[in-house]
């Protein structure tokens, strides 16, 4: 059932009502039924409304045409309805690696869990330590793609012209006061294709970048990409194979009043994040 569905207008699931006509009584009737008592009548009521109302929510929760969740009207080729995106209800992946999530099942649930986790790998500030890149790569790709995916992450990281831009120091570190930022946080996932070996799952998410503190002349701010991987089942859990990135899609930002520097650094010291489960 999506957002503001309690108050779409129900008219069109009307029930037919059933008309009892009463004819004026004869004179010489024998007998004469005893009119209904109010506390009866009421319970009659009041059966009634909670009998519609549960058919109302059982309706809103299959969708119109009636087919099961997240499903698609196969004769009409209507779009998948909001139970497309509501959470699976599969358990998180338990295991870990160096801190990254490991052992996700061979299913599609699956496949968009390690997708969502491994964005959040890749988008971490382990991403600017030598070590853990190195360690962040060789879990997560396949071994064949590994070895390939280190060099290009080292030469790209590495490089003192882009550490320089982000402000960075040539090792990678935020300079003394600062607080680097770096951020994946996935908003949702879909599957693209699934081969039981192989998927590819596209995974739509915001990022935090940036430098907080009071000297910082590169502050954090928020961007919105998709990434779509390519993943392929070994070694009992799904790794990357390859991905792309495109821009967004990005909301229309609210006219809310940006955090200071010391708001944005205290928050990044506070909050943790997550393990994702599709």
């Known amino acids: 059932m999506s ?43 009041l059966g009634v409304v909670v009998l519609l109302l549960a058919a109302i929510f059982f309706a809103n929760r299959t969708g119109d045409g009636g087919g099961s969740p997240g499903g698609t009207d196969d004769a009409s080729g209507a779009e998948p309805t909001p139970g497309a995106t509501a959470p699976s209800g599969e358990q998180p992946v338990e295991d870990a690696f160096n801190g990254i999530p490991t052992g996700h099942p061979q299913t599609e649930q699956g496949a968009q869990s390690a997708a969502a986790n491994y964005a959040v ?30 060099e290009e992450y080292d030469a790209a990281y590495s490089d003192p012209d882009f550490l320089s831009r982000i402000g960075l120091t040539e090792t990678g570190d935020a300079p003394s006061g600062l607080t680097f930022v770096s951020r994946t946080i996935p908003v949702g996932t879909t599957i693209t294709e699934f081969g039981g070996d192989t998927a590819s799952v596209s995974v739509w998410y915001s990022s935090l ?41 990005a909301p229309v930002g609210r006219d809310q009043r940006a955090s200071t520097a010391e708001e944005m650094a205290d928050a990044i010291e506070r909050f943790g994040g997550f393990t994702y489960a599709r």
């Open 3 to 45: 957002y503001g569905d309690d108050y779409e207008d129900t008219s069109a699931r009307r029930v037919p009502s059933q008309t009892r006509t009463r004819l004026p009584e004869q004179a010489d009737s024998p007998t004469r039924r005893p009119a209904a008592s109010p506390r009866r009548s009421l319970a009659t009521v």
């Open 121 to 150: 790998a890749l988008g971490g500030v382990e991403m600017f330590n030598t070590q853990q890149r190195r360690t962040i790569v060789e879990t997560i790709y396949a071994p064949e793609a590994a070895g390939s995916r280190v």
């Open 209 to 249: 970048f940036g430098l907080a503190g009071t000297e910082s002349r590169n502050p954090v701010t928020e961007s919105w990409y998709t990434n779509t991987y390519d993943l392929v089942w070994v070694e009992g859990d799904w790794r990357i194979t390859d991905f792309t990135q495109e821009d967004g899609p």
